[in-house]
């Protein structure tokens, strides 16, 4: 692009080179406004043609003028603006990096300390989208196949033998230490799997947040607990049934326990699953757990009074039995993880 150029008088050229003090503003401002060529923005635009477009007049303008910082003043910047070339050291600090706790040991302006902007909401929590508990399910699911495959015949033989009692109590079924293994396998799965009922029924009823900083504390906290009450109560009918009955009777209504908290955790995986991945209403998964609760119980008083009171014609004594050492503690256990999630709730 061809541009005009015009050649500045001598009185313009005189007065830009001094500047008497007495100058108004406008005078002023049209001494800055010369460019380095000595053309005024007017003239340049009056160089360009007339069908010359905004772009065109504003890249004239930039080539024409460039900006440069003059009549700095002498005085000391106390601001010390960010443009400023001079490093101030420790001691000089700029303003805006002051703090009134800058003396203090600890003051340490390095560290992260908050976040920035306006945090969002959180996303909700979601059963079947959480990693750790489709592990843990996975895990058992698998371990349990293998486990089975190799102790099928003994399930079967236990529980054919369940409902056929010969005399004496006695029974005949021994068990190897694989099948021991599995069994308290399947004993852990049924803790595992009451406590994330209990925790997916804290989730949906309980609208209070909790102290614990993660879900996988609670369902740790509700683990121990179902562990603890399998393993006290084995240890009271132990102690009990050693005071009562004989050692036969005692060990074999040991074994048909264990066989029936095993039974108890492989009816609970399937509710479990329906609830994790197929959104079963938890009303349904109450009703659901509460019926293969009631059914386990069941077994358990048949299995007890055809092992301890088949002699005996007073079907009270089993009445009162069962219900110390297996109801009871049944209710214990559900009191004590009320008991936490009321202590675990933030009260404001």
Known sequence: MNFKVFQADSAHQASHTALPATTTEAQEEHYVSIGA?????????????????????DSAIQANFK????????????????????KAEVKDR???????????????????????GVAGDPVPYSMHGDNVITGLLLACFV????????????IFRQAKSFFRVKHGNTSTESETTSEFRFQMFLVFV?????????FFYTEETVSE???????????????????????????????VNSVFFDSAS???????????????????????????????????????????????????????????????????????????????????????MLMIVNNLKINY
């Open 94 to 116: 700029p303003f805006y990096e002051e703090s009134f706790f800058q003396k203090d040991s600890m003051y340490h302006p390095e560290l992260p300390g908050g976040r920035y």
């Open 250 to 336: 005692n060990t074999s209504w040991l074994k048909s326990l264990l066989f029936v908290t095993s039974i108890e955790g492989v009816l609970l995986f399937p509710i479990v699953l329906l609830l994790i991945y197929f959104n079963l209403p938890m009303n349904t998964v109450l009703i659901c757990t509460a019926i293969v609760v009631f059914l386990i119980k069941i077994l358990s008083f048949y299995k007890c009074n055809v092992t301890f009171f088949r002699q005996n014609d007073f079907i009270l004594q089993n009445i009162l039995y069962f219900c110390t050492l297996e109801i009871m503690p049944l209710f214990m256990l559900l009191g004590s």
């Open 67 to 86: 900006p440069v910082r003059k009549h700095l003043s002498d005085r000391p910047d106390t601001l010390r603006l960010p443009f400023d070339s001079v």
């Open 143 to 154: 371990l349990g196949i293998i486990a089975f495959s190799h102790s099928r015949d003994f």
């Open 190 to 198: 049924t803790c595992l799997l009451l406590s994330l009922l209990a």
């Open 37 to 57: 060529n000595g053309l005024t923005p007017k003239q340049i635009l009056q160089s360009l043609p007339k069908d010359a477009t905004p772009a065109q007049q």
């Open 209 to 239: 947040p909790l102290i614990l900083k993660s879900h996988y504390l609670l369902v740790a906290i509700f683990l121990a607990l179902c562990l603890s009450y399998f393993i006290l109560k084995a240890l009271i009918y132990t102690f």
